[in-house]
């Protein structure tokens, strides 16, 4: 078959070919609507089970909401009020600080564990195994857990530094603000490591093995090899791990409702927990209601940057990433 | 039919862009989806049912036909809790579903149901909710119902107080009472030459000794943000403060003492004389301070010494004792208590039987037994507001040898004081603050004169509605 090449480049087709394409075209776009007519009970579940009360406390936001009286509209009052309230600016640093501690550790350490998993050692198996016990304990169970494994006075961590001589007295981690900050990040970054170990050591398994095997035979080193062969491999699982725990640092509240309850002083108060506080506590859903949609805009748009950011068009050894 | 280059190229393209498109859209989509929950959360707790408010006053007339009754409990003896229900629907012919939900997080998960429509015929509360449940129309003002003087007038006189307003509402029914009390290691003491303390001064001077004696933590109380509010009332409470004036004013701002109090408590606290990480610690933990002779005074509700009691292996469990005060001008203490609220979606016979139910569980059952207070106190010694209880022998066999029944009855009838203003319906505003003032204070962010004068104001706001 040969085709003439047109001005603008294009090569232009034969009748036949022209029938053969629309024959495609109209099959892909009938699979398409397949596709969406199969998605619609799923999207209609989702719409009323989460659009629906999402929508609602985004409307509750702009009201003074009242349970036994009228519900004033409000503007953007409640918005005013938090953007004006201390409070809400150090829950707001806080949250981001958090946030930012949970992606990084969580990440990086669920990295460490699938890369050591992906090895061949004795025992590989159960190892395997064991990195899911942490990501099947609930939330709250986590919080609690480490709450007694860091406790000052009977904690089984300080034991361990102790023993090994790497401190003289046993170390009240959650009597100070930032104590109290850097071991709540840890404990839910321990859990979602998990989640993060489990999706990297199944990407790392799909990477063909003579891949690495032509990179080390070019003399790459092991940091160049999984620099240029691992990581691009594993850039879709990484948007994936990245945008998850994004979600979850921003979102956390179990883990620091166990374990502090925002304390002590408001030195681990998420904008989560200021939300349940305003909610519950204070009756005041509006503003609580504004307090979630910030969080959830601002978990959004931070994933969202992740997704920007990660997921480039480009071929990796033949592989379409994208 | 075979396909030629461009065809095929073609066709990969329609499925690429397709591919792609559908990854792109998946991908934002997973991150909208994944932080909706949030809102969803948040939304839940209000309904768009229009709530409707409770009637100031109904008495139950209406008869017909019998329903399942819904009660709400948190988990604290699962298995009595079906045995007390099973006799009364045994008596009654009226079947009851019961529902339980851990302690973390009850008080939102029963306002989320409530405020949901979900009909709760009882349910158990905290005090400091309960103003605010019979305000928001989740709880029934149990006023006018048949026997609900009778209980009240059954009660210790002071107790009355937490199941009333001051403008006449009955909005609760009792669950069980505690009272706070210093437990302290007679060992040490003795050790040291001491005496249990009398005031504040006291348990400050000999925290000091008895920590140069080598006791790591000698004073512990369960500081958390949470339980704030009811130090700040035991400590006032003993040193003889009024907290609140008739209208339900804040006037312990008005007291020196107050702020002694306060400076009492920095100092107990950035001396050293606690644990460091009292904000945030568990109250088991701190028992078991107490169990392992590593604090030498704890300061929390009078059945903790049976917890501390029956720790395994714990070297100074028998040394630990009760003292029936407060160190403190007057020596009196807080009474607490947790109560049973009846909800406001029933109707007719409903009514009836839920009040019914109300009077066996929070009071006396059809052959005149505090049945239920009675299990409380055999699983955990647990008190009640009634007299007759403390004189009951099954009671003070439950109580056994942990404590002196004459003196501990004499706490409840007394010594102690139920702070009356925590059923008010705006107070669980100010007892959320509390905790916030003396936290920023006991780390150093705000002094003891500034955390009066804003515990002050936010009680006023709270009250005013601001």
């Known amino acids: 078959m040969s085709s003439d090449a047109s001005l603008d480049g294009t090569a232009s087709e034969t009748p036949k070919q022209r029938s053969v394409r629309s024959g495609h075209s109209k099959l892909a776009a009938a699979d398409r609507r397949f596709g969406l007519l199969l998605a619609i009970p799923a999207t209609f579940i989702v719409l009323l089970l989460v659009g629906g009360p999402s929508l609602q406390t985004i409307v509750y936001s702009f009201e003074k909401v009242s349970f036994i009286g009228p519900t004033p509209f409000v503007g953007l009052d409640n918005y005013v009020r938090l953007l004006n309230s201390d409070e809400f600016k150090d829950s707001f640093r806080i949250t981001t600080v958090y946030a930012a501690g949970f992606v990084l550790i969580s990440t990086s350490l669920g990295l460490a564990f699938a890369l050591l998993l992906n090895e061949r050692f004795r025992g590989r198996g159960i190892a395997r195994t064991l990195l899911i016990i942490p990501w099947a304990a609930p939330w709250l169970m986590v919080g609690i857990m480490w709450k007694w494994f860091i406790d000052a006075d009977v904690g089984m961590f300080n034991g361990l530094l102790y023993q090994f001589g790497l401190i003289h007295d046993y170390v009240p981690f959650l009597a100070n603000p930032s104590g109290a900050l850097i071991v709540t990040i840890v404990a839910a970054a321990w859990r979602q490591a998990s989640l993060s170990g489990l999706l990297f050591l199944a990407a790392l398994q799909t990477i063909p093995p003579d891949l690495p095997e032509a990179a080390t035979v070019d003399g790459a080193s092991t940091l160049q090899r999984f620099r240029y062969v691992t990581l691009p491999w594993m850039r879709p699982v990484l948007m994936v791990v990245l945008v998850t725990n994004v979600i979850f640092g921003f979102l956390q509240f179990d883990v620091i409702y166990a374990m502090t309850q925002g304390g002590p002083g408001n030195s681990t108060t998420l904008l989560s927990i200021l939300l349940y506080r305003q909610i519950f506590q204070f009756s005041n859903v509006g503003i609580g209601s504004a307090i979630a949609v910030v969080l959830g805009l601002v978990a959004f748009t931070v994933g969202l940057v992740f997704v920007k950011f990660l997921y480039r068009s480009e071929s990796v050894y033949g592989r379409a990433v994208e | ?466």
């Open chain 2, 1 to 466: 039919m075979v396909m030629d280059e461009r065809e095929l190229a073609h066709v990969k393209a329609e499925l690429d862009w397709s591919r792609r498109k559908f990854l792109k859209r998946a991908a934002a989509l997973g991150v909208g989806a994944a932080s909706l929950p949030l809102l969803a959360a948040c939304s839940n707790n209000a309904s768009t049912s229009a709530p409707t408010k409770a009637p100031a006053s109904a008495a139950p007339t209406a008869a017909g036909p019998a329903r399942t009754l819904e009660f709400q409990g948190w988990e604290f003896q699962p298995e009595d809790i079906k045995a007390h229900l099973a006799a009364w629907t045994k008596e009654s012919g009226v079947p009851v579903n019961l529902s339980l939900i851990p302690n973390v997080g009850y008080g939102p998960a029963t306002q989320t149901k409530l405020q949901g429509g979900a009909t709760i015929d009882i349910f158990y509360n905290l005090t400091y909710n309960t103003g605010k449940f019979v305000e928001q129309g989740w709880a029934h003002d149990l006023k006018g119902f048949p026997g609900a003087d009778d209980m009240l007038n059954d009660m210790f006189p002071q107790a009355r107080a937490r199941y009333t307003t001051p403008d006449g509402k009955i909005i609760s029914a009792p669950y069980f009472n505690a009272v706070h009390t210093l437990m302290y290691n007679k060992s040490h003491l003795s050790k040291a030459g001491l005496q249990p303390p009398q005031s504040l001064q006291d348990v400050y001077d000999q925290s000091k000794k008895l920590k140069a004696n080598g006791v790591k933590t000698p004073y512990v109380a369960y500081w958390i943000k949470d339980f704030c509010e009811e130090y700040l009332n035991v400590y006032l409470i003993g040193e003889g403060v009024k907290m609140w004036d008739d209208s339900g004013n804040p006037v312990f701002a008005d007291d020196p003492k107050t702020k002694a109090v306060f400076e009492w408590w920095l100092a107990m606290f950035k001396d050293g004389l606690t644990t460091p990480t009292m904000l945030t610690d568990d109250p088991i933990k701190l028992a078991t301070l107490m169990g392992t002779g590593e604090a030498s005074f704890y300061v929390l509700h009078h059945y903790f010494l049976k917890i501390i009691r029956d720790l395994k292996d714990a070297p100074e469990k028998d040394n630990v004792d009760i003292l029936y005060r407060i160190p403190s001008a007057t020596g009196k203490t807080f009474q607490m208590g947790e109560v049973i609220q009846m909800g406001t979606k029933g109707e007719g016979r409903s009514v009836d039987d839920a009040w019914s139910l109300m009077k066996a569980y929070g009071w006396k059952n059809s052959a005149g037994q505090y049945s239920t207070f009675k299990s409380w106190a055999k699983a955990a010694q647990l008190g009640a507001p009634y007299p007759a209880f403390f004189a009951d022998p099954e009671v003070i066999a439950a109580f056994g040898t942990n404590y002196d029944m004459p003196k501990l009855t004499d706490v409840f009838a007394n010594g102690s004081d139920v702070q009356g203003g925590r059923s008010a319906a705006w107070y669980q505003t100010f007892q959320a603050k509390v905790g916030d003032r003396v936290h920023a204070m006991l780390l150093g962010q705000a002094s003891p004169a500034d955390t009066v004068a804003g515990l002050a104001a936010d009680a006023k706001a709270a009250k005013g509605g601001i």
